[in-house]
Every structure is written in structure tokens, then in C-alpha cells.
């Protein structure tokens, strides 16, 4: 291993993905906004101003039994996130064995379950309105346990985790089954990615798993996953306004906010960021073969932000059939990658 | 599973409101599920007060009647009209034709933008973002008639007893204008209507969920749009003269019962509006718009329904000796067609619930009164700001 390659790696992508990460919520936005006929927020302001402007709001204690571990979480999503970058990178690609796909869907997985700590260690002030039944009208009397709206949401991220990330996963294993191997760098390297020297004008003799017909297939499957997993329109009903309003978020305020946006801002690159080593062939590394690897990064986002601006929320009723419809597509794509 | 089997297990509660992003009006709803399926619901709505009635007492008729409008800044149009036939009735007055025509197309195009409103909130509440700011995309030329017809967006002011106000007189002109904008609205209204009602993921959120049956629509009162859509045929405009005797119009009606029922039934309504406006403007009668030779005195006491854009809506007063209202009363459709989503909502889903007590168009600015019902003495009155004071203070 090169060790000035390695602390390179490790000082710059971060930071350039953290950067870059702050415009795609403005990009999505904009997209949105021109499909719905209207202007749209200046670029930065969502994604970049926003968390300046959180930075500098009044700091509140949630109504949690673990305050400091609640507002903790959104840092170690930040953290776990570009963890996961490092590891499609090539200078991490012998640390500790971890740059494997397996590594990689386990983490992510992680990073799913930190919704589900989120809803169960807050409750809103609009969860608690009106605690009594009025018995003077004549409420309705129940033993009832009340659920507050954080709670619902951790209860449907239990569920979207349990079946509606599958095809993200499949659509992960099929470059792997194409390469014959769960290495991120094997993965690449069929591809035509040469690990010891990189330059950008290499990038035109790649040949990308997107074009066959089963990186096709497992392409979509990832897409769709993707959704699921930024918990994006379809797939928000973890924190629909109708009801739950912002979810496991809702009590977030100030910093705290700011990080869960960034939370959000860097899963939104690194899971691109994942698609286009997988399935281009051309993993983040220090260079000017970076520019365009963030510039293929803005694909999914851009995708999501199309999908997001013709679709309604999905319950549960949609959800299973659509998700199980994905991932019999991802199968369909293991399967033409086997064949 | 029996009713009974599912409700004793509904023990947990999801409080929604007073305040809520999905309930833009102040009414608190708890819904009882098992897992997220809604199996009881409650649905509480007597948490704003305006005591509008209260102030209307001892008040010239002329200013009471400017009052009505502002009991909703949605139908402000048909509480006014309303309020306004009943003293003409009740007065003999005579009103030219040609003010009822315009009568009719204020209350046409208010039944067009609520409509539209309705559109939109629906489509926000299912979170389709870009069918929601269609929606009031096009009812922004809506308003924009209104504004030509009247000069107002809000509270138009149309009616006066007697007939319309001059400025609200429509001339060759505005006629022209207004049949214009008449025709590119139809244009973009069928448009969204075939794009809307045709869209597989929106209909599969608003199809199968909020079923009203025909016989619990007639149980809990369900009133206009929300009645129609569970097969019952019924609208107060076929009893009301001015639009019975002038304009042929069809009634929309679906036997479906559920929220897509409540949809399509308001989107054939919108289409049926632009029918009677275009209806009006062509054979507008050539008259004055309004008869002053009347005189202001004692009236019986009156009752007058019509229908708004959201149902049902019921004007009642006396005029003492000076003209000067005694007793009004306003009843608003809000009033029992939320009741009646209490039972629509159960079988749904959490997140389709919202949609369904929401596919009622609730409007709770013209629904809270506090008036005190007595049963053990007989008797009903409204509660004087005194004696909410003396309440208060011997409650704290």
C-alpha cells in the first residue's frame, strides 16, 4: 500500500464529495420546480445556504430519553457514509478486507437503521397535542396507547428496510456476479478500470456494465433502491406530510438539522457515487478523473428528482407490489449475469 | 374478523392536530389502528370560535348581509347570496332577472376555484407536488374572472338586496373577456381531468379507500359533492329557482362511494359550471341589474338553503321594526360531512385516512358556533361573551 496515496485519498475525497454533495439538493429542486412550471430556489440555497442558515438557529433539547445519542445519530450517518466511499476507493481497496460489497450492503444497512434509533428516540410536541380524550363530548374512551408520529415512522423504516431495499442490494450483486467476485477494485477492473494508474483520458476505453443487457436490468433494480433507501418520492412515506410530516426527523432543530441534512446530502452522493463504480466502472480516485465521476454522480439524483416530481406518495398497499416487483427484476439481472 | 374484534383491539392511538400540515383547519382527529389500519376514528372540530351570529344581532340588514360573506373567505359568494334571497323573499322584493344570472355566475366560478382548491390540497396531501400546483395554476384565471366580474379575487360582494352592485354589471366587453378566458379554462380543465383521472398511481392511491355507503351518507348527513359520490342525486340547485327555471344542467352523481368518487364528482361539477356560465353570459337579459324601489321593515322569520360548493348551506333570520336582524342563524355542510368521514376513514390506511377526511373539502372557518344545546331544560341559545368571561373565571 502507498501511504501517501492512501492519506491523500483519505484527506481529499471526503471533502470534495462533502462539498459537491451541498449543490444536488438545489439541482433536484430546480429540476422539480422546472417540471412544475416554476422558477425554483436559487441552486445553493437548499443544500448549502440551508445549513448555514441551521447552523445559526437556536439550539433545542428534544423531548427524548437520549437527547445527545439523537442528535448524535445524523453525525454517524455523515461519518458511516463517506466510510463507504473510502472503501469503492482504490488507495482502501486492501484496508482490512473491507472493500467488498458485502462490507458495503452491511453498512448501508446500517445507515437504514439509523432512521429507525432516530423515530424511537423523539417525540414532537405535535405528537402529544391534546393528551386527554375530552370526555365532556363524549371522546371516544380506549385503553389507548398513543404512538406519536416518530414512532409510526420508525415502524414503516422497519418495514421498508425489511423489503423495499432488497433490489438496491441485488441491483449491488450484479456487477459482482458479472465480475465473478464481491471486490469493489475486481468489479472495476472488469471493466476496463486499471487500479495501479488512472488517467482521465483512459476513461473513453472502459466498457460499463450499464450497456450489457443484465447491468441494464440490475441498473434499474439499483434505481429503485435507491429510492427506497433516500426514502425519496415514491418512496416517503417514512416521512409523508400527511400524517408522520417529517418522521424520525421531526425534532431535529438548529445543528442538529444541519447534520441530518448533510446526512442526507452525502447519502444522496455516495450511493451515486456507488451506481458509477459499479456499474461504469470508474471509482472516485485523486485526480482529474474525479470531475467526471461527480459529474456521472448527479445522474441518479437527477433521475430521483424526475421520478419524484410525477409520483404521489405510496402506501404500504403500492409499496410490497412495486418492491417486489423491483426485486424480482434485480433476480432477473443475477440471473442474465450468470448466464 | 367482526367489527366489534377489531375495534376492542384498536388500542393504539394517532393523534392528529389541532395543528397538522395535512389539516389546514383547526379540528383535532385521533385515529385508533391496528398496526397502521384505521379501525375507529374520532373526529373533533369545536376548536375555533368567531361568534359571527352573535355579532350580527341588532345589526342593519344591509351590514349583516356584507357579514355573511366574510363567514368564509372560500364561498364568501353563496352565504351572502343566500342570506341575501331570504330578506328579498321575505320583503317581497323584486329582482331583475338579469342580477340573478350574475348571481349565478358568481356562485359558478366560486364553485370552480373551490373546486380547484380542493384539487390542489388533495394533491398535496398525497404528496404529488406537480398536480397540486397544476391545480391552482388553473385556478388562477378563475380568480382572474372573478376579478374582471367583480374586482375582487376575495369577497366579491356581488349580490345587494334588490339585485348586484353596478360595478359587478357585466358589459359587452367583460362578456366577451369572460367568455375567453371561459374557453381556455374548459381547454386546461379537461386536460388535468384526463391526466389526473387516468393516472395509475394516483387512482391507486384514491381508489378501494374512504368508502361512504349511500345509506351512511344519508346516516351521518355527507352533503353535496361528498352525498353525490355515494349515489344519492340530490342538489339544492334543482330546487333553487334562479338556476332551475334559466339553465339546463346535469347533476353529477357516482355510486362509487369512495375518495375517487369524491374526486371525478367535483372534476364533472367544474365541467358543468363552465356549462351554466357560458349559459349565463350568452342569454344575460337586458335589464338594470338591481330595483331600489323597495322599503326596509319587519320580516317574518325566513329560511333559506342553497347550494355551495362544498353542499348544503342554511340561512335563517327575523328583521325587527327598523330592519335590524334578529336570531341569524348559518348552518355550513362542513358541519356533518366531517362527521360522516369518522366512519370513511375506517379500513384505510394511516396515510390514506388523511386523504379521505380530507376528500370531504372540510372548511371549518364557517363551521364553529358555540351554541349551547340544553337538553335537560329543552332549550338552545348562544353563549354571551359575559358568560364565557363568568365561565372562565370559575374554571380557573
Known amino acids: ?37 416554476r422558477i425554483g430556489p436559487p441552486i445553493l440555497t437548499p443544500g448549502f445556504w440551508a445549513i448555514f442558515k441551521f447552523i445559526y438557529k437556536e439550539r433545542i433539547t428534544p423531548v427524548s430519553p437520549m437527547p445527545r445519542l439523537y442528535h448524535a445519530l445524523p453525525v454517524i450517518g455523515i461519518f458511516l457514509m463517506f466510510f463507504i466511499l473510502l472503501l469503492t476507493t482504490p488507495a482502501w481497496s486492501g484496508v482490512l478486507g473491507l472493500a467488498t460489497l458485502v462490507a458495503i450492503a452491511g453498512l448501508v444497512k446500517v445507515e437504514e437503521a439509523l432512521y429507525i434509533f432516530m423515530g424511537n428516540l423523539s417525540q414532537s410536541i405535535l405528537s402529544v397535542r391534546m393528551p386527554y380524550p375530552d370526555r365532556i363530548k363524549g371522546a371516544i374512551m380506549k385503553g389507548a396507547t398513543r404512538r406519536s408520529f416518530e414512532q409510526v415512522a420508525a415502524l414503516r423504516t422497519f418495514k421498508l428496510i425489511s423489503i423495499g431495499s432488497f433490489p438496491l442490494y441485488l441491483g449491488m450483486f450484479v456487477p459482482a456476479v458479472m465480475a465473478g467476485s464481491i471486490s469493489i477494485m475486481s468489479v472495476a477492473a472488469y471493466q476496463g478500470f486499471d487500479t495501479a494508474a488512472f488517467g482521465i483520458r483512459d476513461i473513453f476505453s472502459l466498457s460499463p456494465l450499464l450497456f450489457t443487457a443484465p447491468g441494464l ?82 445522474a441518479l439524483p437527477v433521475a430521483a428528482a424526475i421520478i419524484s416530481a410525477f409520483t404521489p406518495v405510496l402506501t404500504f398497499k403500492q409499496v410490497y407490489p412495486l418492491s417486489l416487483g423491483c426485486t424480482a427484476l434485480g433476480v432477473v439481472g443475477v440471473i442474465l449475469a450468470i448466464l | 374478523m367482526a367489527d366489534t374484534d377489531r375495534k376492542e383491539r384498536a388500542e393504539v392511538e394517532v393523534p392528529l392536530g389541532i395543528v397538522h400540515s395535512a389539516l389546514l383547519e383547526p379540528f383535532r382527529t385521533r385515529l385508533f389502528v391496528d398496526d397502521e389500519m384505521v379501525v375507529d376514528a374520532e373526529i373533533t372540530y369545536d376548536t375555533a370560535h368567531r361568534g359571527i351570529e352573535r355579532i350580527m344581532e341588532g345589526m342593519p340588514v344591509q351590514k349583516g348581509l356584507i357579514l355573511t360573506e366574510r363567514i368564509c373567505g372560500i364561498c364568501s359568494h353563496i352565504h351572502i347570496w343566500n342570506g341575501t334571497r331570504m330578506v328579498e323573499r321575505g320583503l317581497g322584493i323584486e329582482v331583475p332577472q338579469r342580477a340573478h344570472y350574475i348571481r349565478v355566475i358568481g356562485a359558478e366560478l366560486e364553485r370552480l376555484h373551490s373546486h380547484l382548491l380542493f384539487f390542489g390540497h388533495a394533491f398535496e396531501i398525497l404528496g404529488h407536488e406537480t398536480f397540486s400546483m397544476r391545480a391552482f395554476m388553473i385556478r388562477e384565471p378563475v380568480q382572474n374572472m372573478l376579478f374582471v366580474l367583480s374586482g375582487n379575487r376575495v369577497h366579491y360582494t356581488i349580490p345587494v338586496l334588490g339585485g348586484i ?88 352523481v357516482s355510486d362509487g ?64 321594526d327598523n330592519g335590524r336582524i334578529l336570531s ?3 348552518r355550513t355542510p362542513t358541519m356533518s360531512s366531517l362527521s360522516a368521514m369518522e366512519v370513511a376513514c375506517i379500513g384505510d390506511h394511516l396515510t390514506d385516512a388523511t386523504i379521505t377526511i380530507a376528500s370531504c373539502d372540510p372548511c371549518l372557518t364557517c363551521t364553529n358556533r358555540m351554541t349551547v344545546i340544553d337538553e335537560a331544560r329543552g332549550r338552545e341559545y348562544i353563549l354571551e361573551p359575559e358568560e364565557l368571561r363568568r365561565l372562565a373565571r370559575r374554571r380557573g
Open chain 1, 217 to 298: 436490468v440490475g441498473a434499474l433494480a439499483y434505481v429503485a433502491g435507491y429510492l427506497v433507501v433516500l426514502n425519496e418520492y415514491p418512496f416517503s412515506i417514512m416521512h409523508t406530510k400527511a400524517d408522520v410530516i417529517e418522521g424520525p426527523s421531526l425534532e431535529y432543530a438548529a445543528r442538529a438539522r444541519a447534520a441530518y441534512y448533510l446526512m442526507k446530502e452525502a447519502t444522496l452522493i455516495v450511493m451515486s457515487s456507488i451506481f458509477v463504480t459499479l456499474y461504469i466502472g470508474l471509482p472516485p480516485v485523486v485526480g482529474w478523473a474525479l470531475v467526471p465521476h461527480l459529474l456521472l454522480c448527479l
Open chain 1, 1 to 37: 500500500m502507498e501511504w501517501d496515496t492512501f492519506a491523500l485519498t483519505t484527506a481529499v475525497i471526503p471533502v470534495v464529495f462533502f462539498a459537491s454533495s451541498t449543490y444536488i439538493p438545489g439541482i433536484m429542486r430546480k429540476i422539480q420546480a422546472r417540471i412544475q412550471l
Open chain 2, 165 to 252: 352592485r353596478p360595478r359587478c354589471d357585466i358589459d359587452k366587453q367583460k362578456k366577451q373577456t369572460l367568455l375567453s378566458m371561459l374557453a381556455t379554462l374548459e381547454e386546461s380543465l379537461i386536460q388535468f381531468r384526463d391526466r389526473t383521472l387516468n393516472d395509475s398511481l394516483i387512482v391507486s392511491r384514491v381508489r378501494d379507500i374512504g368508502y361512504l355507503s349511500k345509506e351512511d351518507a344519508v346516516k351521518y348527513g355527507a352533503l353535496g359533492p361528498n352525498m353525490r359520490a355515494s349515489g344519492i342525486a340530490y342538489d339544492w340547485r334543482m330546487d333553487v329557482s334562479e338556476y332551475r327555471d334559466n339553465f339546463d344542467f346535469e347533476i353529477a
Open chain 2, 257 to 320: 362511494g369512495m375518495v375517487v368518487d369524491r374526486v371525478a364528482v367535483r372534476v364533472a361539477e367544474c365541467i358543468e359550471s363552465i356549462s351554466i356560465i357560458r349559459q349565463a353570459l350568452e342569454t344575460l337579459p337586458d335589464e338594470e341589474p338591481v330595483n331600489v324601489s323597495f322599503e326596509l321593515g319587519p320580516m317574518e322569520y325566513q329560511v333559506s338553503y342553497n347550494e355551495a360548493a362544498r353542499g348544503e348551506i342554511y340561512d335563517s333570520c327575523a328583521l325587527d
Open chain 2, 328 to 330: 341569524y342563524q348559518n
